[in-house]
């Protein structure tokens, strides 16, 4: 597994600062299985401490992945590898070191695909930065599983693709309306799961 991932330069980091400042981190991710390359956004690129650009274009899975805090990336890995094996969805917590310096949690949300033969055909999910949540928390690291698919399931998947269905139309006004409700539906997501982590713990 890489060591190391993008140079970031300091411009980005003032945009990551910036938007960390202004807005809540919230992205989405694509996955192509056939070249094991995993497409985000920019913010989602500086959480994660790799170069924008590349990110916009795909970089390996495996770059994501050493940016996962030591202490959780065997267990997200094994999550991961289990939901692209079996086509099923998954929610997880994890920490990342983000382009800040900062060891930032965040709440992933992802569902992979496959064909009739089992093999994968590809992945996508949000991601949402929830560490002012968890600050506000005293409950440790757990992570509940997706354990089957809710409106709210399936209004995120629907908002992923159109936000791709979108973007592809090159209308800013229309992408903007698409990022918000993708950043509502993230809120939300981020809200059940703290919700579920505490009766889980009652």
């Known amino acids: 597994m890489p060591k190391t991932s993008a ?3 300091q411009t980005c980091f003032e945009a990551f600062q910036s938007a960390l400042d202004s807005a809540d981190m919230i992205g989405h991710w694509a996955w192509d299985p056939a070249t094991d390359r995993v497409r985000v956004d920019a913010l989602v690129a500086l959480l994660f401490k790799v170069d924008p650009t590349a990110a916009e274009a795909g970089i390996p899975l495996a770059i994501y992945e050493g940016a996962i805090h030591a202490d959780d990336r065997d267990r997200v890995d094994g999550l991961i590898r289990r939901s692209v094996a079996a086509g099923s969805s998954y929610v997880a917590e994890y920490r990342v070191i983000a382009v800040d310096g900062r060891t930032r949690w965040v709440l992933a949300r992802g569902r992979f695909t496959s064909d009739h033969a089992g ?3 590809g992945g996508r999910g949000i991601l949402v930065d929830i560490t002012g949540l968890r600050a506000r928390e005293e409950t440790g690291g757990a992570v509940a599983p997706g354990t089957g698919e809710t409106p709210l399931d399936r209004a995120v998947e629907h908002a992923l693709a159109a936000q791709e ?4 139309l090159g ?5 903007a309306e698409a990022d918000a409700l993708l950043m509502a539906l993230g809120r939300r997501l981020a809200r059940r799961q703290i919700a579920e982590r505490r ?3 009652n």
Do not use: N
Not at 165 to 168: D, E, G, L, W
Not at 171 to 175: N, R
């Open 119 to 121: 093999r994968p055909t």
């Open 165 to 168: 269905a979108v973007a592809a």
């Open 7 to 9: 140079p970031v330069g």
């Open 199 to 201: 009766r889980l713990l």
């Open 171 to 175: 209308d800013p006004a229309l992408k």
